[in-house]
T-cell receptor, first 113, second 108 residues
Framework: DADVTQTPRNRITKTGKRIMLECSQT?????MYWYRQDPGLGLRLIYY???????NKGEISDGYSVSRQAQAKFSLSLESAIPNQTALYFC????????????FGSGTQLSVL | GEDVEQSLFLSVREGDSSVINCTYT??????LYWYKQEPGAGLQLLTY?????DMKQDQRLTVLLNKKDKHLSLRIADTQTGDSAIYFC????????FGQGTTLQVKP
């Protein structure tokens, strides 16, 4: 079983719809992250959380929100999806410590029509 | 703000060495990282280097760090077709900033 699980793997939605991407982990890590990947732009940080009650904005948080429901769960919501939010979304986790070793899920490919 | 830059594409012949380069702006990072992304998969940590080191070798991988020029490189010796992937440089403390990724194409 994967240590970091993202659901769904693929999602097609329409402009204006609200959608949620979910992430769960069995690694026991405190820190969780949401990134989006676009060709030629690499990975950009959307939101991150260092603990259950901690939420921080990343580089590109506009149009997104998150919820850290438990240590193991971190969900990303698009309140009103728009076409330029079409991307590959990754959840990642890391443990506390100086070495920021991230463990990634397999990604969610989101298409907004 | 923090920025990490990489060239987008590199093509090599099987058996040759590959060198992937990266420049970064944040000099306060304790560690710098290389991640590998194979098709259809998430990123996996390949190797990392402590910021006080100049070089780290791990089997076929050699990481060179020039802190003065804020330049990081990854050398893959005897490149194989299985090394074809996207390679990301990353740095940061508390949260990682990634470069654009370099697509490595290995020709037989």
């Amino acid at each position: 079983d994967a240590d970091v699980t993202q659901t769904p793997r693929n999602r097609i939605t329409k402009t204006g719809k609200r959608i949620m991407l979910e992430c769960s982990q069995t690694k026991g890590h405190d820190r969780m992250y949401w990134y989006r990947q676009d060709p030629g732009l690499g990975l950009r940080l959307i939101y991150y959380s260092f603990d259950v009650k901690d939420i921080n904005k990343g580089e590109i948080s506009d149009g997104y929100s998150v919820s850290r429901q438990a240590q193991a769960k971190f969900s990303l919501s698009l309140e009103s999806a728009i076409p330029n939010q079409t991307a590959l979304y990754f959840c990642a986790t890391s443990d506390r410590g100086q070495e920021e070793k991230l463990f990634f899920g397999s990604g969610t490919q989101l298409s907004v029509l | 703000g923090e920025d990490v830059e990489q060239s987008l594409f590199l093509s090599v012949r099987e058996g040759d060495s590959s060198v992937i380069n990266c420049t970064y702006t944040d000099s306060s990072s304790t560690y710098l990282y290389w991640y590998k992304q194979e098709p259809g998969a998430g990123l996996q940590l390949l190797t990392y280097i402590f910021s006080n080191m100049d070089m780290k070798q791990d089997q076929r991988l050699t990481v060179l760090l020039n802190k003065k020029d804020k330049h990081l490189s990854l050398r893959i010796a005897d490149t194989q077709t299985g090394d074809s992937a996207i390679y990301f440089c990353a740095e940061g403390t508390g949260k990682l900033i990634f470069g654009q990724g370099t697509t490595l194409q290995v020709k037989p």
